[in-house]
């Protein structure tokens, strides 16, 4: 079968092996899954101008059209060099019929980079992949501890900064489980304290986890359960202030992926404090009884339909940005009445 061990990734990304001309990378922690994906594009191009070297497709549109990927796939390129093709799975239906010929005859330039969620054994792109020869599957888990310590030394080094310890156990608390937000708020932080020598906890609290993160943690948990009126304020709060939904939407979808995986754990027997801990992101003491009393509202079924709702709505919006806000506000309000339903 051809997949890579976890733990194994990064060694197979900083060496990728050619005779993989399609690549799958999923997992729950969709930012480390762009990263990842977006790293190997980059290794697989090169020093690659052509424009038209590197192409994005979305899941619905090969599954719509299954024969455009191998069309798109076996098109010579004009300059020479590789090609990549990143397609991001959405939608409910399958892409298998367009990877088949893909699969049993490999392009010669081009590598098919296929971006998922969470995928289970049984999902039927991971068995075609894994059951090919000229493909391999890379599962992305969350960043541990260790992990998020490894973005914030890369991060420190190029800013020529460094962090006291009491400010770095701080500044763990407050990362999530999603690599590039978790990289971005160290990306802001250091921006925050250029010019300086150390950063300090008083730095931690004045830049990572700012007002507006905190109204969308409101927003997040008011949806979570079901508080309808107190999500429909606060939404218009934030809107109102001129920010786009679509950071709403990944928060939330983050948010239930979390939920999703901690009542995954649950249904076998963990404790709810025990999932909790496991699953991650640090959750801020605040939040904590807020959370705790969502795993009492939520099922893993309901809240892997939440991540469904919320993974198409973000894919909408993007294709019709002037809609996003209410695309995004809407499929809120319907998890909200969903959470409500469960409080009866």
Known sequence: MAQIKANMVDSFLKRPDGKYRTILIYGPDIGLVAERADNLAKSYLKDNSDPFAFLRLDGAEIASDPLRLADEANTISMFGGNRVIMIQLSGNKSIVPALEPILSTPPADAFIIIKAGDLKKTAPVRKAIEKAASAVALPCYIDARDALNGIIDEELQKAQLTISQEARMMLLDNLGADRLASRAEVQKLCLYAMGQQQITETD?????????????????????????????????????????????????????????????????????????????????????????????????????????LLAQSLSNSRKHYHLSNTVISETLLMIAATARRSRR
């Not at 004045?206 to 359960?225: E, K, P, W, Y």
């Not at 809107?239 to 979390?258: C, D, K, P, T, Y």
């Not at 404090?273 to 991650?280: D, F, H, I, R």
């Open 204 to 308: 931690i609290e004045n830049i990572v986890g700012d007002a507006s993160n905190h109204q969308i943690d409101m927003i997040v948990d008011s949806a979570a359960l079901g508080d309808i009126d107190e999500l429909d304020h606060q939404l218009e709060q934030i809107l109102g202030s001129g920010q786009n939904a679509s950071s709403v939407g990944i928060a939330s979808l983050r948010h239930f992926q979390m939920l999703e995986r901690c009542l995954n754990l649950m249904d076998k027997g963990q404790p709810a404090q025990s999932a909790l801990q496991k699953t991650g992101p640090m959750i801020h003491f605040k939040r904590k009884a807020r959370v705790q009393n969502q795993l009492r509202l939520w099922t893993s079924k309901k809240a892997s339909r939440a991540c469904e």
